[in-house]
């Protein structure tokens, strides 16, 4: 079976600054994907990418930057940081046309002090 | 665009209860349907999916019912104990892009003992 590792598990930022997230996939799957998670919120999806180098915006775009440097690995920038914000940010890949093959990481938790 | 919305935000069941949540969409193009669940500290592990022409599935105590005419989806189980204890999210999607799936903001479960 394959695996989604997100990197760091937690992640405390200073207000302004600019912080990088990291995701990787062994499952050899062409879809990525980056959601948001705040309570009581669900999960909006921020950015995708369906091959490597392509990107596409989400619901929730402005304020991040994504990266498909190659197909294993979907990175994920916050411009800069809000003060006091706090979520949880998840990766998913899947690699069919449906989501039912979605595969999640267990996600970085993000503090902003 | 598609509103999804799910309910109730908490719920707390004795052990071997039943434990009911139900989901509400509005796009009537919606195609596939599909219950999540999450445990403290993970991503989300898909426990069901269903698509548009099913109206009722049933897996290892798991009861999802679709009721396209009322737009309500709804998962049931039966039977619970500690261990189903998490937040449990539906989410959906239609025909035209499989890929921008909405998420219901989740139901936190409590399975008292």
């Known amino acids: 079976g394959g695996i989604i590792t997100q990197t760091p598990k937690f992640l405390i930022g200073q207000e302004g600054q600019k912080l990088t997230l990291k995701c990787q996939q062994n499952?050899?799957?062409?879809?990525m994907y980056w959601y948001r998670q705040d309570s009581g919120k669900g999960l909006r999806l921020i950015y995708y990418?369906?091959?490597?180098?392509?990107?596409q915006k989400g619901d929730l775009s402005e304020g991040y930057d994504a990266s498909r440097e190659k197909k294993s690995s979907f990175s994920l920038t916050v411009t800069s940081a809000q003060k006091n914000e706090m979520a949880v940010f998840l990766c998913?890949?899947?690699?069919?046309?449906?989501?039912?093959?979605?595969?999640f990481g267990s996600g970085t938790r993000l503090t902003v002090l | 665009g598609e509103q999804v919305e799910q309910r109730p935000p908490h719920l707390s069941v004795r052990e071997g209860d039943s434990a009911f949540i139900i989901c509400t969409y509005t796009d009537s193009a919606t195609a596939y349907f599909y219950w999540y669940k999450q445990e403290p500290g993970a991503g989300l592990q898909l426990l069901m999916s269903v698509f548009s022409n099913v109206d009722r599935k049933e897996e290892q105590g798991l009861t999802v019912l679709l009721n396209k005419k009322d737009k309500r989806l709804s998962l049931n189980l039966t039977a619970a104990h500690p261990g189903d204890s998490a937040v449990y999210f539906c989410?959906?999607?239609?025909?035209?892009?499989?890929?921008?799936?909405?998420f219901g903001k989740g139901t936190h479960l409590h399975v008292l003992p």
């Open positions: 990418s369906i091959t490597e180098n392509d990107l």
């Open positions: 989410a959906v999607s239609d025909d035209t892009n499989a890929y921008k799936v909405i």
């Open positions: 998913a890949s899947d690699g069919g046309f449906s989501a039912e093959t979605l595969y």
């Open positions: 499952f050899n799957h062409d879809t």
